[in-house]
Every structure is written in structure tokens, then in C-alpha cells.
């Protein structure tokens, strides 16, 4: 006999055997909004706590940039579990100083089990040989680099935890703190725990905690993705204006739903350098 797990919980007084695999989804909508009314208003380290510690989200991962705000949300996470899966993409067009924070951290926040997810070789090889791609098709290039490495490495977990932020840029303005990822079909759950803190939240922690800084931040860069892809941001603009500047694009793909099938373009595309 099995216990059946439905949604959030487990109802022992529906337990059954199992005869067949169960390929329903793990999380619903409905799950999402349980969540969102169950820890609303409650502190941040608190809801962390409950979710990691009784297992309300199941196998979680945390997917991290190691960007300007990254430590805040490690050092909540390491305080309670720093055995805890850490996700980084590792695009191959970071700045230096993005992978030394990276070691940085995991340094000090005792990080045990940091993932570096790389692109497919083959795929690199066959969509993007030059490594030129983000010149012309920044959504293709961060489709092989960052969207399929962490879709692969994702389909183990049962939640994944972000570092997204409301003030970041309009488009996350209204994230609630627990989402289903539309990016897929199983039903993972998406966790934000720091959607509703401000600029000044965030460097209070910062200080309070003596929590490194990325390097760049000091130089104008408040928000840090591919070094080709990410400019210094002048005061007054939105933090995330320095990314994918000049283009109709302001996520890499990973927090989007669906994403491109294939990284092709069209026959008639002609780029110009």
C-alpha cells in the first residue's frame, strides 16, 4: 500500500496500490494558489523553511545566476539546507567576475551540491559553431545555452526555486510567490521568495548578513547575464535595461512559456554584423 500524493499533500486515507505508473502532473494550478494563500503574509525565511524542511514542494533545486542580488537568496537557502541542489548555467559568455563569484559563494555559503549545466556539444556544433549567435539571434543562442540544459537537468526535480524580483522590470511586477511552469507539462512548481522585496530590502540583507557583492555591480551593471549580452545600465533605467539592449527581448527563455522547437531561422534571415 502506498500513500497517494495529491497536490500538497499526502492522504494516508487514500492509500491504494498502485497498479500503473502515475504520469499526472505533479503540481496543478490549483496547488500554486493553495501555496500563495497558505504563506501569505508570512516571512520569507519562515515559508523557506516550511517548504525545505517538511518537503512541501517535493525535490527542489535552486536555479541561481550567481547575478548582483544571487547571494541574498543563497544565503536564505544555505541557512537551511545548504545541501540543497544549486543550478548554474554555464553558457560559456560569462565575465570572468560572474564565475569567480560563483566560487565565491559556494565557498562561503557552504554550497555542497553546485550544478554547472553546460549546452549540448552537438547541438553547439550543428546551431551555433561560430559562437556567434547572440549577434543576430539572441533567443536561439539562449535557447541552446540556457533553456535546454536546464529544461534536462529540471525534469528530475519536482520545484525549482528563483531569484526573480518585482522591481527587476515590469514584467515581473505581478509574479506571484508560487507558480506552475508553463515551460513544461508535468506540472513543476515554481517558487519566487523574493518576488515582493525592494532594492532597499535586498541591501539591508546584503549588509546585515556581510554577504559579498558581484564586482560588476560597483561598475553599473545592476543587472549580470552573458557578458555580450549585457551592458552597464545609466541611472533612472530600469535595472534589467542593460540586458539584450537594442533588442525586443527581456528574458533569456528559462522563466517563459513554451520556447523555440528549434533554433533554426528562417531560410530569408540575413543577419549583418
Not at 73 to 92: A, R, Y
Not at 145 to 165: C, H, M, N, W, Y
Request: aromatic share 8%.
Amino acid at each position: 500500500m502506498a500513500a497517494r500524493r495529491f497536490g500538497l499533500f499526502v492522504m494516508a486515507e487514500e492509500q491504494r496500490i498502485r497498479d500503473r505508473i502515475d504520469t499526472g502532473p505533479r503540481f496543478s494550478e490549483a496547488d500554486a494558489v493553495r501555496l500563495n494563500r497558505l504563506f501569505h503574509g508570512n516571512d520569507t525565511h519562515e515559508m523557506l523553511n516550511s517548504l525545505l524542511k517538511d518537503g512541501l514542494a517535493g525535490d527542489v533545486a535552486v536555479v541561481s545566476s550567481f547575478g548582483a542580488e544571487s547571494a541574498v537568496l543563497l544565503h536564505l537557502v544555505s541557512q537551511i539546507d545548504p545541501s540543497i541542489p544549486v543550478l548554474f548555467l554555464e553558457t560559456g559568455k560569462h565575465f570572468p567576475e560572474t564565475l569567480a563569484y560563483r566560487d565565491l559563494l559556494r565557498e562561503r555559503l557552504g554550497l555542497t551540491d553546485l550544478r554547472s549545466l553546460t549546452p549540448d556539444p552537438e547541438l553547439l556544433k550543428a546551431k551555433d559553431e561560430s559562437g556567434l549567435r547572440w549577434n543576430y539571434d539572441p533567443d536561439g543562442c539562449c535557447d541552446i545555452r540556457k533553456v535546454q540544459p536546464l529544461a534536462k537537468e529540471l525534469a528530475g526535480f519536482d520545484a525549482s526555486i528563483t531569484g526573480r524580483k518585482g522591481f527587476q522590470a515590469s514584467t515581473r511586477v505581478n509574479l506571484p510567490r508560487f507558480e506552475i511552469d508553463s515551460s513544461v507539462a508535468q506540472g513543476r512548481l515554481k517558487i519566487n521568495p523574493l518576488i515582493d522585496w525592494s532594492p532597499e530590502v535586498i541591501a539591508a540583507y546584503v549588509v546585515q548578513h556581510d554577504l559579498p557583492q558581484h564586482p560588476l555591480v560597483a561598475l553599473g551593471y545592476p543587472s549580470i547575464g552573458c557578458s555580450p549580452c549585457t551592458s552597464k545600465v545609466a541611472e533612472g533605467e530600469d535595472p534589467r535595461a542593460g540586458r539584450w539592449r537594442g533588442w525586443d527581448k527581456t528574458e533569456c527563455g528559462i522563466h517563459m512559456p513554451g520556447g523555440p522547437e528549434d533554433g533554426d531561422l528562417p531560410p530569408e534571415f540575413d543577419p549583418v554584423f
